[in-house]
């Protein structure tokens, strides 16, 4: 014979507060929460594209997702997978630089190193290819958040940023 435990609310072991049990343990408070656990997710798959001819520059992609953290001592881990694709009349050896920002901050590329973000070398016209990245921040916020993907060249050539097939999404991480 199986039991049954029907309550309509618990109490916190401290007899600081409550727990209501509506709707599957809804009133469960983030506070309660192991340190590590996700407490949301934000995610956006863009289909807009970007393209430039400037050199050197940082270009904002249409790639962004809004967080708002519920504490200042939550981690954001922002991951980014996408496609993207590069044309060229010419036949020139550049790379591409990939970064995420937090609003105006750049927060994965440093003193021309690649900060783990990606770069690519080619040579060939119209060449297509996948990559991704992912950084842990610790914004001490509980502002609205933005995270941005930016890209740059080392050439002035035509640069496309493919987005049907890109995903970013933001985690908040219970610090």
């Given at each position: 014979?199986a039991s ?5 609310q618990l109490?916190?072991a401290d007899g600081s507060?409550?727990i209501?049990?509506q709707n599957?343990l809804?009133g469960l408070?983030?506070a ?5 656990s996700v407490l ?14 400037t050199a050197n520059?940082?270009?904002s ?5 809004d ?5 200042t ?6 991951t980014?997978n996408?496609?993207?694709c ?8 550049f790379y591409?630089?990939y970064s995420?920002?937090r609003d ?8 021309n190193?690649f900060g ?9 016209n119209?060449?297509g ?5 992912q950084?842990?921040d ?5 502002s609205?958040l933005r995270?941005?993907i ?7 050539h ?6 049907g097939h ?10």
């Open positions: 014979m049954k435990i029907k309550v309509d109490e916190t507060g409550t209501a049990l599957q809804s408070a983030s309660s929460m192991p340190t590590g949301q997710v934000v995610s956006n798959s863009s289909q807009n594209y970007t393209s430039s001819s520059t940082w270009i992609t249409a790639h962004y997702v967080i708002t953290p519920s504490a001592s939550s981690k954001v881990l922002v980014f996408g496609a993207t590069y044309q060229d009349s010419g036949s020139t050896n591409t630089e995420i920002f105006s901050t750049n927060l994965g590329h440093a003193n190193g783990g973000m990606y770069s690519h070398t080619i040579s060939f119209d060449k290819w996948n990559h991704s990245m950084k842990l610790s914004p001490s916020s509980t609205s995270y941005r930016y890209f740059r060249q080392n050439a002035g035509h640069y496309h940023d493919l987005s890109s995903t970013l999404t933001a985690m908040e991480i219970k610090g």
